[in-house]
Nanobody, 119 residues
Framework: QVQLVESGGGLVQAGGSLRLSCAASGRIFRINDMGWYRQAPGKQRELVAVITSGGGTNYADSVKGRFIISRDNAKNTVSLQMNSLKPEDTAVYYC?????????????WGQGTQVTVSS
């Protein structure tokens, strides 16, 4: 099995910054894409940012220029630096990883971490 553990959420004022981190552990052969998703109350979960094993990135339009995703392949970690936060960024943020294990490849999710941006 594979576990993803997130950290770094919290309460911040608009315009502030937060950094989320996610560490993957378990029977991991290789991690392909890693990403961050978020879900606000009453809304569907949406992609925030994704990074490939080679470092290619893709961002939701709403966070481009403000958020930066990065990863450390040696440590199986992914981070999300969130700057110039807005109240509309308030959501539960989930880490996601596409992982190759001895039993095949599948998506794994973290438990989620709350980010609250006050106006």
């Amino acid at each position: 099995q594979v576990q993803l553990v997130e950290s770094g959420g919290g309460l911040v004022q608009a315009g502030g910054s937060l950094r989320l981190s996610c560490a993957a552990s378990g029977r991991i052969f290789r991690i392909n894409d890693m990403g961050w998703y978020r879900q606000a109350p009453g809304k569907q979960r949406e992609l925030v940012a994704v990074i490939t094993s080679g470092g290619g990135t893709n961002y939701a339009d709403s966070v481009k220029g403000r958020f930066i995703i990065s990863r450390d392949n040696a440590k199986n970690t992914v981070s999300l630096q969130m700057n110039s936060l807005k109240p509309e960024d308030t959501a539960v943020y989930y880490c996601n990883a596409d992982v190759l294990t001895p039993w095949g490849t599948r998506d794994y999710w973290g438990q989620g971490t709350q980010v609250t941006v006050s106006s």
